[in-house]
């Protein structure tokens, strides 16, 4: 008898749709109370095994913190005073409005190439200044900075001449008055990997040539 139902049912499985008829006709075969679960899915063996990836870890790099220098403005100003008669080309410096917030230190008895006066350059900054001085053989461009960047001993006021040979030129750095100067040689005529223009002598030397001109 089932069989001849289900033979029935065929052509009306061709207007109702395969997919829910051969459902119904695999369910006739079945006894009455037995259920006819949904397949479980399961997942390829390759992603069952696999783990949710770990993160790559971050590295994190120590930023430079800079502070603002506590400046000794009084020997400054002591110091203008004692330097108003020395020789060199600080009218560059006499500029209107408030002074850098360091002293101004520039080189004394430095001798300009002819006609090179009006390229001599003062820039006042928002934490100091830079003054730049053109030359035959190496330019010279004097920096000062009221900002700490690095290490320093608190209550450091002046650290002795340090000469630095750069891939352009030389460089010397010191602390003075609390700020901090750097003194950058450039030179003109570079050849090869390491510029040598300028010995490490003549730069000391120059360097200690700078005096106070301006201060507040």
Known sequence: MRKRIAIALVPACALLGLAGCDK??????????TEISAPEDTAPADQADATPAKEADIPVYAQAVSEEATIDWLAARDDVASNSGSDGNFMVAAQEGDAPPVPVMLPSGIVLPQGAESDVKFQPLSDGYFAFYPGTDYNIVVNGTNEIIGERTP????????????????????????ADYLIEFEC????GQHADCISEEDALSIADSLVAVRSR
């Open 24 to 33: 119904f006709i695999r369910g006739m075969g079945d006894d009455a109370g």
């Open 188 to 191: 003109t005529h570079a050849d």
């Open 155 to 178: 209550g450091t006021t002046e650290t002795p001449m340090r000469f630095i040979p750069t891939m352009s030129g030389a460089q010397v750095a010191f602390t003075k008055y609390g």
